[in-house]
């Protein structure tokens, strides 16, 4: 208190020159601007950007997730620089993949994008082992259902079952499955299989088959546009049965809707 009084100046000059030192050498606890997390907005390194924004359905490594591998050198042998960019800008609309363009409501700007597409192919395309000439991404014909059904039972049934409805793998005549995958996610998967699930690629399917060939690129379109049918008909069919099974409304003598009860009774 006394130095304050007496001795402003000198006061002043000491407490500068602790400031100086204590900016030029960090407080013990206080980490380094190294080691401090970069926010997601900075970020520019493809496994930050892989792990935060696609793991979750793509899986840790591009496989095992709920979403089809990215991890896969057929589906990048068809898959286009193109395509990847445009499906990580605008998503695929009505189905569970989104945007990631700050244009299109998502948090990654132009350059983080181009890391991801660029990382997506530099971690995980390779020519070796892709078959000669496969089934091209997109279907340059449309589909005929009724021609599907026999060739779902050529490529398919052995897994699927005869109609889809499930044999040694899981049945794929399911309304819910099919809301949540478009037809041509259906396509990609019967070319590119889902080997880290145990599925077969196209080439697979085909050494299964009877005919002990690869499907076509008409016989896959085919193939989907009859899985098309299953994703509306068996849907309205489950709702009518549902809405049938719910027990008719209780009225009493006077005709008087009766209360349903809304807990159980002891």
């Known amino acids: 208190m006394i130095l304050v009084e007496k001795h402003p100046r000198e006061t002043l000059l000491v407490a500068l020159a602790l400031l100086a030192v204590g ?4 407080l013990p606890g206080k980490p380094l601007r190294s080691e401090r997390a970069i926010p997601l907005s900075e970020q520019m390194k493809f496994g930050e950007l892989y792990s935060v924004n696609c793991t979750g359905c793509h899986g ?18 068809i898959f286009s620089d193109k395509q990847l960019l445009d499906i990580l800008h605008n998503g695929r609309p009505g189905t569970l993949m989104p945007a990631f363009s700050h244009k299109e409501g998502g948090l990654l700007s132009e350059a983080q994008i181009k890391v991801l597409a660029t990382g997506i192919r530099s971690q995980w395309a390779s020519a070796e082992g892709i078959p000669p000439n496969p089934p091209p991404y997109l279907a340059t014909s449309s589909g005929d259902p009724v021609a599907g059904q ?23 005549n399911n309304p819910a499955f099919l809301e949540l995958i478009s037809d041509q996610a259906l396509r990609r998967i019967i070319i590119t299989g889902r080997t880290d699930l145990g599925m077969p690629n196209y080439v697979g399917l085909g050494e299964k088959s009877s005919q002990k060939q690869p499907p076509s690129s008409q016989d896959i379109s085919d193939i989907v546009a009859l899985m098309g049918t299953w994703r ?6 489950l709702m009518k049965q549902e809405k049938q099974d719910q027990p008719a409304p209780k009225t009493s003598s006077s005709g008087v809707e009766k209360p349903q009860p809304t807990g159980t009774t002891p």
Do not use: I
């Open 23 to 26: 900016c030029a050498d960090p």
């Open 60 to 77: 840790v490594k591009g496989k095992f997730g709920p979403a089809p591998s990215l991890n896969d050198p057929l589906f990048l042998s």
């Open 150 to 172: 026999k060739k779902f039972a050529t490529y398919c049934a052995d897994c699927h079952g005869t109609d889809g409805q499930g044999g040694t793998s899981g049945a794929v």
């Open 232 to 237: 509306t008909a068996p849907a309205r069919a």
